[in-house]
């Protein structure tokens, strides 16, 4: 594992070689709201290692703080528990850091639902190379609550929290810093379609139409006044396309980014 600094915070991040053509920008993976790089890397035949190959562009995944093996969040649920901005957070004060660290400049930006909206929330107010979007929350819809709160009764009463303790080093930092925030009132009124029409960068906006935390409009009201959008919608596909769709995902990127820097 390897590790960067961010802001007094340690992350966890792996570098993926794609066999980057020069002049290509580089490919960031901002994981869902309970995923971490191993969730990337292991399931599904590391898929942003095919996704990079096919695009012939290098990689780069990490965890977010108190997800994976990055930093916890302590008093996740008390002094420390999430603001509804967490994701503008991410996406405007995070991220602009990471990339400095790194050396990124204009990266193309592919991120699955919580990751979409930091994807979406940077590309608004940051240059990059293109947007592609999986699942993203530009609003909080019923079907959002319905999921989310499924969610939390399959943590505390199914095999959910087993199955996620295989992938970050502190569990319930992980899950509780997403759940409580989606389901207080605070957050019912999040809403992020007016800083999407300040995006300039290409969009891929990628949806399953059997998502279960989300439908279409999700990726409809993504409306850029000036930027270039395309839509792919995939039947038998669920909340996580790459998973449910892995080839059909990665054919429409990589034909996607073909034309972009």
Do not use: K
Not at 162 to 174: E, I, P, Y
């Amino acid at each position: 594992m390897t590790t960067i600094h961010i802001n007094g915070v340690s992350l966890e991040i792996e570098r993926i070689s794609g066999g980057g053509q020069p002049g290509r920008a580089p490919i960031v993976f901002l994981h869902e709201g309970l995923g971490s790089v191993a969730q990337w890397t292991t399931r599904a035949g590391n898929w942003p290692q095919a996704v990079c190959q096919a695009c012939e562009r290098d990689g780069v995944v990490y965890s977010r703080r108190g997800y994976g093996r990055s930093d916890p969040i302590p008093d996740v649920r008390g002094v420390n528990r999430l603001a509804p901005d967490y994701m503008h957070q991410e996406a405007w004060a995070v991220l602009p850091a990471l990339f400095q660290t790194m050396g990124l400049q204009q990266p193309v930006l592919l991120g699955h639902s919580d990751g979409a909206t930091i994807a979406l929330l940077h590309a608004s107010q940051h240059p990059v190379s293109a947007c592609v979007v999986m699942a993203p929350h530009v609003i909080v819809e019923s079907i959002s609550i319905e999921g989310i709160t499924a969610a939390q009764d399959a943590y505390l009463r199914g095999t959910l929290r087993d199955r996620l303790s295989r992938h970050h080093d502190d569990v319930d930092s992980a899950f509780w810093q997403w759940n409580d925030v989606w389901l207080s009132p605070a957050f019912r009124s999040f809403d992020i379609r007016q800083d999407c029409r300040r995006i300039s960068a290409p969009v891929l906006a990628i949806q399953g139409r059997e998502d279960p935390y989300g439908t279409l409009q999700q990726i409809e009201d993504i409306r850029p006044d000036h930027g270039r959008i395309e839509h792919l919608v995939l039947d038998h596909c669920g909340h996580a396309p790459h998973r449910d769709q892995s080839q059909a995902c990665i054919e429409r990127i990589a034909g996607f980014l073909a034309v972009c820097a």
